[in-house]
């Protein structure tokens, strides 16, 4: 362990000891932190659209999906305008 830690630094030398190899005795601190964050853990779930949600009608679909693809086009043509007008003086 000295000689890894005089290579690595103290930091590097105990997470491979402890977090990588788990060889070495863990730090109290670390474990009781573990246990209070492992409420916070990631758990998967499969998306699921709730029942009582309610899709736009089929009469407006079309449009509103004209809409969300024209709109970014649009803000980009004014901002590429807007910019490629602008004088840069020399």
């Known amino acids: 362990?000295?000689?890894?830690?005089?290579?690595?630094?103290?930091?590097?030398?105990y997470e491979r000891k402890v977090l990588v190899d788990k060889s070495?005795?863990?730090?109290?601190?670390?474990?009781?932190?573990?246990?209070?964050?492992?409420?916070?853990?990631?758990?998967?779930?499969?998306?699921?659209?709730?029942?009582?949600w309610?899709?736009?009608?089929?009469?407006?679909?079309?449009s509103l999906t004209i809409a969300a693809t024209n709109c970014p086009g649009f803000a980009g043509s004014c901002l590429w305008r807007e910019f490629k007008i602008q004088k840069v003086p020399h």
């Open 1 to 13: 362990m000295k000689l890894l830690r005089e290579k690595l630094g103290f930091k590097e030398a």
């Open 54 to 62: 309610v899709l736009a009608p089929a009469f407006l679909r079309p």
């Open 24 to 52: 070495g005795e863990p730090d109290p601190q670390i474990q009781q932190l573990e246990e209070i964050l492992g409420a916070l853990r990631y758990e998967h779930r499969p998306f699921e659209i709730p029942r009582d």
